[in-house]
């Protein structure tokens, strides 16, 4: 059974940092796609980042280009979100997903397998 857990959430004031895991378990994720999704209360959920197996090509929303940084460890097959300069508007509950392409989809559609979500609060 495939499982995503994401976990690094938490309260944070505007500003500061925080850094997202999701441990991926039950299948290897070669050649997967990782991405990053976040859904704020009332608000559809929306893309954040996303990353290629191979690490190399990464792709970003433009409110957190600059301010975000996905990467990921294939031998630990798990995946970070390193979120600095936090604004308010970041708070959200953050998804992670994983897509069996090659490509970066930045649409849920493109990903087969969810994780659970982790709660983000940043004060003002």
């Known amino acids: 059974q495939v499982q995503l857990v994401e976990s690094g959430g938490g309260l944070v004031q505007a500003g500061g940092s925080l850094r997202l895991s999701c441990a991926a378990s039950?299948?290897?994720?070669?050649?997967?796609?990782m991405g990053w999704f976040r859904q704020a209360p009332g608000k559809e959920r929306e893309f954040v980042a996303a990353?290629?197996?191979?690490?190399?090509?990464?792709y970003y929303r433009d409110s957190v280009n600059g301010r975000f940084t996905i990467s990921r460890d294939n031998a630990k097959n798990t995946v970070y979100l390193q979120m600095n300069s936090l604004k308010p508007e970041d708070t959200a509950v953050f998804y992670c997903?994983?897509?069996?392409?090659?490509?970066?989809?930045?649409?849920?559609?493109?990903?087969?397998?969810w994780g659970q979500g982790t709660q983000v609060t940043v004060s003002s």
């Open positions: 997903a994983a897509g069996r392409t090659l490509r970066i989809p930045r649409d849920q559609q493109g990903y087969d397998y």
């Open positions: 039950g299948r290897t994720f070669s050649g997967y796609t």
């Open positions: 990353i290629r197996w191979s690490g190399g090509s990464t």
